[in-house]
T-cell receptor
Framework: AQKITQTQPGMFVQEKEAVTLDCTYD???????LFWYKQPSSGEMIFLIY??????QNATEGRYSLNFQKARKSANLVISASQLGDSAMYFC???????????????FGQGTILTVHP | EAQVTQNPRYLITVTGKKLTVTCSQN?????MSWYRQDPGLGLRQIYY???????DKGDVPEGYKVSRKEKRNFPLILESPSPNQTSLYFC??????????????FGAGSRLTVL
């Protein structure tokens, strides 16, 4: 069974500093996708970044990058130059791409609340 | 604007009173899914649908029903709600169930309280 673990219930960072949010995963499938979503206090789920298990390069999207270490089964999110608007809950999620009964299901971690201080 | 629309956004109801949470997407997506979010548990899949008339259970389907009669709509039905179904519910859709960077687009969420 797939499992996603986010061990940091809460993180604090100073504005303009970089922060890393941890995510480890467990799967026996060779083909999978890793996602990060942001959930601000308003509640919506905002897609941030995607990494495929066969991608050679770490994914980047603006100030977001995904530090993908396949052997360690980790997919940490790095936010550079934090802004006050980055304060939110962040979820790591995995999709099993091998097909079968999971059919596109995202398995989510518990989430990390990030607070950016001015 | 491409979006997933859920209604109602907020609802307080009583145990046993049937309710339906509607979900509609305007992106011609094949795949739709319902999740519930509870503190400390992240989001868990309730049901999903790969296309019209094709639905299947997710991880926590007990107490819920769904239907997919049209491609754009995927309502979530609580036949006899109970307090343990108090949660934040999300509908989500994508072009297909699994294809590379195929991203799930989420609705704004429906906060349900069952007294």
């Amino acid at each position: 069974a797939q499992k996603i673990t986010q061990t940091q219930p809460g993180m604090f960072v100073q504005e303009k500093e970089a922060v890393t949010l941890d995510c480890t995963y467990d799967t026996s499938d060779p083909s999978y996708g890793l996602f990060w979503y942001k959930q601000p206090s308003s509640g919506e789920m905002i897609f941030l970044i995607y990494q495929g298990s066969y991608d050679q390069q770490n994914a980047t999207e603006g100030r977001y990058s995904l530090n993908f270490q396949k052997a360690r089964k980790s997919a940490n999110l790095v936010i550079s130059a934090s802004q006050l608007g980055d304060s939110a809950m962040y979820f790591c999620a995995m999709r099993d791409d091998a097909g079968g009964t999971s059919y596109g299901k995202l398995t989510f971690g518990q989430g990390t609340i990030l607070t950016v201080h001015p | 604007e491409a979006q997933v629309t859920q209604n109602p956004r907020y609802l307080i109801t009583v145990t046993g009173k049937k309710l339906t949470v509607t979900c509609s997407q305007n992106m011609n997506h094949e795949y739709m899914s319902w999740y519930r979010q509870d503190p400390g548990l992240g989001l868990r899949q309730i049901y999903y649908s790969m296309n019209v008339e094709v639905t299947d259970k997710g991880d926590v389907p007990e107490g819920y029903k769904v239907s997919r009669k049209e491609k754009r709509n995927f309502p979530l039905i609580l036949e006899s709600p109970s307090p343990n179904q108090t949660s934040l519910y999300f509908c989500a859709s994508s072009f297909s169930s699994y294809l590379g960077a195929n991203v799930l687009t989420f609705g704004a969420g429906s906060r349900l309280t069952v007294l």
